[in-house]
Each structure stands twice: as C-alpha cells, then as structure tokens.
Nanobody, 117 residues
Framework: QVQLVESGGGLVQAGGSLRLSCAAS????????MGWYRQAPGKQRELVAA???????NYADSVKGRFTISRDNAKNTVYLQMNSLRPEDTAVYYC???????????WGKGTLVTVSS
C-alpha cells in the first residue's frame, strides 16, 4: 500500500503562485511514476503533470511553461510549483502514484486550489 498526502492548496489571486506537496509513505518499491491531476466542478479529472522514475516529465498543454513538477526521492515527496495562476486553474488537485509491478494506482484525498480573478 502507498499513502499519499497533499498539502499547499489555498486561495490565491490570478497571477500568483502556489507550491503543492505530496508526501508518499508505505511500500514505494516499483513506483515508477507520480503525478498531479485536477478536477474542477462539473469536469472530469485531468492530468496536470507527471514525473517518471528516470526523471522525465510530462505536462498538460494548459500548464506548460507555468507549472513545474519535481521530486525529492530522499523525502518521498513530489512537488508542483504553480506560477502565473489563472482562474481556470481552480480545482481540487490530487496526487497520484502508479506501480508498474502490479498495475496499481494510488490517490491522495486532494487539496483545493482556488484562483480569484
């Protein structure tokens, strides 16, 4: 089992910045990717950014150039630095981890990000 706990959400004005953190615990063996998803009211959950075991990253087009995903392996923590925030970035942000060994996906409970105009 893997437990994921997000933090860092809050209310920010458009153009501002936030940094989300996701602390992972449990059996981290063969967790080969971690990422951030978000879900806005009335919309489907969507991928925001992912980071893979080799260090490569992937971003949604809507956040490229504004958001940066990174990780601290020693702390089992993944970060999402969000700059130039827009009202359309308002959503609950979920941390995600994927284990290729058994195909299991783990989710945190989410943290709310609200961007005011």
């Amino acid at each position: 089992q893997v437990q994921l706990v997000e933090s860092g959400g809050g209310l920010v004005q458009a153009g501002g910045s936030l940094r989300l953190s996701c602390a992972a615990s449990g059996t981290m063996f063969r967790i080969n990717s971690m990422g951030w998803y978000r879900q806005a009211p009335g919309k489907q959950r969507e991928l925001v950014a992912a980071i893979f075991s080799g260090g490569s990253t992937n971003y949604a087009d809507s956040v490229k150039g504004r958001f940066t995903i990174s990780r601290d392996n020693a702390k089992n923590t993944v970060y999402l630095q969000m700059n130039s925030l827009r009202p359309e970035d308002t959503a609950v942000y979920y941390c995600n981890a994927y284990r290729d060994l058994d195909g299991r996906t783990y989710w945190g409970k989410g943290t709310l990000v609200t961007v005011s105009s």
